[in-house]
Nanobody, 124 residues
Framework: VQLQASGGGLVQAGGSLRLSCAAS????????MGWFRQASGKEREFVGG????????DYADSVKGRFTISRDNAKNTVYLQMNSLEPEDTAVYYC??????????????????WGQGAQVTVSS
């Protein structure tokens, strides 16, 4: 499966952005999806994940209550709605996928397919 992220940009602190990730080359519902981010000089970190049916959602503590992940299986797209953005949220955001045949990998936040990244910059 190939993943293409879009929707990044520059926003002021307290603002909102929505990232989209379009999947192609595979049956979308065969994959559990997730979002990660990597700030300059830091390691990549998990942001959130959603199961193939939308019934299971997992968030990093740092974004709970501010970010919402969702997916539209009819459009082969997963979204990351980011509200109340903070300068600390500045990073390149990556969407990722893992086959639902390996639920343990999804629960362990281990993914196999990655998009190209979208830059999100939050100014203070």
């Amino acid at each position: 499966v190939q993943l293409q992220a879009s929707g990044g940009g520059l926003v002021q602190a307290g603002g909102s952005l929505r990232l989209s990730c379009a999947a192609s080359g595979g049956t979308f519902t065969r994959y559990n999806m997730g979002w990660f981010r990597q700030a300059s000089g830091k390691e990549r970190e998990f942001v959130g994940g959603e199961g193939w049916s939308g019934g299971s959602i997992d968030y990093a503590d740092s974004v709970k209550g501010r970010f919402t992940i969702s997916r539209d299986n009819a459009k082969n797209t997963v979204y990351l709605q980011m509200n109340s953005l903070e300068p600390e949220d500045t990073a390149v955001y990556y969407c990722a996928a893992v086959s639902r045949a390996y639920p343990g990998r999804w629960y362990n936040r281990e993914y196999d397919y990655w998009g190209q990244g979208a830059q999100v910059t939050v100014s203070s």
